[in-house]
């Protein structure tokens, strides 16, 4: 599976270890940015390019990053196709919910509330859950896309 990652400067340190530890796990990813910290990026313009591509292979993968992870799923979901679901801590079966049901294709992770070990076991789990398939998951999904 290829993985799209970016992040803006709030989640730019843990953009760079996510990207690792998916590299180290097998997975193939593109980074694309920042590739040095900025303070003052804006997230749209680095989480955008990611959502389109995502929209133009449904295959892919992508992981976003900022402080809450908020505005980048913002800006990713306004891109037909985008199913952006985020994750700044706590229950973890959001995330399987999000693939379960909504299969998510980007998964947008709130840096300022989450370590390291908490976002490797996130993105781990988000990746590793598939979507069910379910008719109704996937009627929900066309009337979510074909609105």
């Given at each position: 599976m290829?993985?799209?990652i970016?992040?803006?400067?709030?989640?730019?340190?843990?953009?760079?270890?996510?990207?690792?530890?998916?590299e180290?796990?097998?997975?193939?990813?593109r980074?694309?940015?920042?590739?040095?910290?900025?303070?003052?990026?804006d997230?749209?313009?680095?989480?955008?390019?990611?959502?389109?591509?995502?929209a133009k292979?449904?295959?892919?993968?992508?992981?976003?990053?900022?402080g809450?992870?908020?505005g980048e799923?913002?800006?990713?979901?306004?891109?037909?196709?985008?199913?952006?679901?985020?994750f700044?801590?706590?229950?973890t079966?959001?995330?399987?919910?999000?693939r379960?049901?909504?299969?998510?294709?980007?998964?947008?992770?709130?840096?300022?509330?989450?370590?390291?070990?908490?976002?490797?076991?996130?993105?781990?789990?988000?990746?590793?859950?598939?979507?069910?398939?379910?008719?109704r998951?996937?009627?929900?999904?066309?009337?979510?896309?074909?609105?």
């Open positions: 290829k993985i799209i970016s992040s803006d400067h709030a989640g730019f340190e843990l953009k760079n270890g996510i990207k690792n530890f998916l180290e796990a097998g997975y193939e990813v980074d694309m940015g920042p590739f040095e910290y900025r303070s003052d990026d997230y749209p313009e680095l989480i955008l390019p990611v959502a389109i591509e995502i292979n449904p295959a892919l993968r992508g992981i976003v990053i900022g809450s992870g908020q799923a913002m800006s990713a979901n306004r891109i037909k196709g985008v199913r952006a679901t985020v700044y801590g706590g229950n079966d959001i995330l399987k919910i999000s379960q049901h909504n299969d998510a294709n980007v998964l947008s992770l709130g840096a300022r509330f989450m370590n390291f070990d908490e976002a490797k076991e996130a993105v781990a789990l988000w990746l590793g859950t598939p979507f069910s398939g379910e008719e998951h996937k009627r929900r999904i066309f009337e979510l896309d074909n609105f």
